[in-house]
């Protein structure tokens, strides 16, 4: 039975007004609690600089005004920061200790702030948290003066760049609580990218549909993600500019950010910048215990972390749709198969890119329809490419049921070096050849699985790695001089490095490395 994310505590409006939650009333000068340094420097300028987080009925849990870490005085020390305004809702499962009624004298810090830095469900692709990440990044900071000022000069740059939107100051925030080369790549992509695509064939960058058509990024990342610093309202203006209708904001283990993302869209199109019919499809990329799902059309959170059936079956529960990410990968054709995926993502990558181009030429997975999505951390590249859903009900729900009935493909001209590469000779060839293994590979997955009657097996040896980087070409250079010097382990007979069996919740796994035998479940109650 799912547990539902609940704002702390239930709090009332009334409640609310009264809560010890760091930064609700307002930033004191002794900069004491976990925001208050890094909203010390430059004030809001505009009312969208509020950071607001609101609880389960809507009603308004805090404010805190942004402002940008530039000016502040050498005295301040930044401390954790650790703000709901990050998830938007307060989770029992992330901070069971959040009892306010209970401990009316502590604030939100003490008791939640240990828990937001180890909590797993915060956790992005399995070992990323966004608040730990923060944490790490003032610690460096304050141990280095030279990194908080050259940190200031990129939280300029990066202010300048998005000073127009409303939602800079937080933006700004955001990023300069990230990593450092996260934000850096932000910027320069943000530059030079329109000018290279202007340089690039028009069919490589343009958004080209036909009547009754919808051209939609089935994925774009927020910076609700611990590896995005994007700002949403660029990546809106962006999206609507470049010739989409719609597009999904798909965080790691978050639907905060594409919430978030909704009520600036409405403040855009009330303003006259975005068109009236422009959505944004709620979103998120699962890491499961065996590959990434995405899912769309979401209401709920789905947790990171369980089996790819389970995840597949939470997505279905709240009428979301499900699509498998890496279908190229080893087992991907035969998980497609197997479980009711609403369709696949055609990836980037010769190896990739060649294991999917079989899996079109399949009947038996005729329909389920091959999609793009630009899967991109940055504004610049929303779009590149894109997926084209054939229905003239552009409403959030007619676009569901048009995808849901197969009414889509994978359109844009983005992947065409790769899809080139897959299909010429003497590449096309070498390709054929090496899937071999990979078509035997499937095989004995698929007839372990019926032997020991399981939901999914993950079954890795030592030659994947090296036949996936030579499928992929990256690595064929290098593979070939270790076949010279004989170290190759391809000169040996396979050996197991992992194999993992999948029931309902439960992950079995045996791993070669440490010898370890281990269970794995995460669930919702």
Known sequence: MGLELASPAGLSAEYAEKSPLALQEQVRPSYSSSWEALLAGFPASQPGDALTGYDAAGHTVYTARAGLPILSAPWIQYQYPLDSGQQ?????????????EIYPGRSWDEMCRQRYLTSPWLEQRGWA????????EVERWNQDEDAAWQRALLAAAYWWTHKDHPTVGRDTLLATLGRQHYQSRDLVIEHVAPRVLDLLPPMVSEVTVGEHEVAVDLRVESNTSFDSTSSV???????????????????????????????IADRLRAAGKLPADFRVIIGEYIDTTSGGVLGLFLDEWVPEGMTMGKTVEMIHDQDGLAILAHPGVAGGPRVLRQMPFDGYLIQAGLFEMFRTLQILYDPA????????ASNSPYAAAVGLPYTAI????????????ALADGRAYAAGGTYLPWMMAATIKPIGQIETVLNHYFVVHDELER????????????????????????????????????????????????????????????QLSYGDGDDLFSVRARYIW
């Open 88 to 100: 938007w809702q307060m989770s029992a499962q992330i901070c069971p200790g959040f009892l306010p």
């Open 129 to 136: 948290n966004p608040f730990r990440i923060a944490a790490e």
């Open 233 to 263: 309202e660029s990546l809106l203006l962006r999206a609507a500019k470049r010739g989409l209708g719609a597009v999904v904001i798909a965080d790691r283990n978050r639907i905060g950010g594409a919430q978030r993302a909704q009520r």
């Open 365 to 372: 997975l005729a329909d389920k329809p091959a999609l793009y």
């Open 390 to 401: 054939e229905t003239s009900d552009n409403t959030t729900e007619g676009l569901r049921r």
């Open 447 to 506: 007839q372990l699985q019926q032997l020991v009657k399981a939901d999914n097996v993950i079954l890795r040896t030592s030659w994947d790695r090296e036949l996936q980087g030579w499928m992929g070409l990256d690595r064929l250079g290098s593979g070939l001089r270790r076949i010279g010097n004989r170290s190759s382990p391809l000169l040996e007979l396979p050996q197991l490095e992992r194999l993992a069996l999948e029931y309902s919740y439960f």
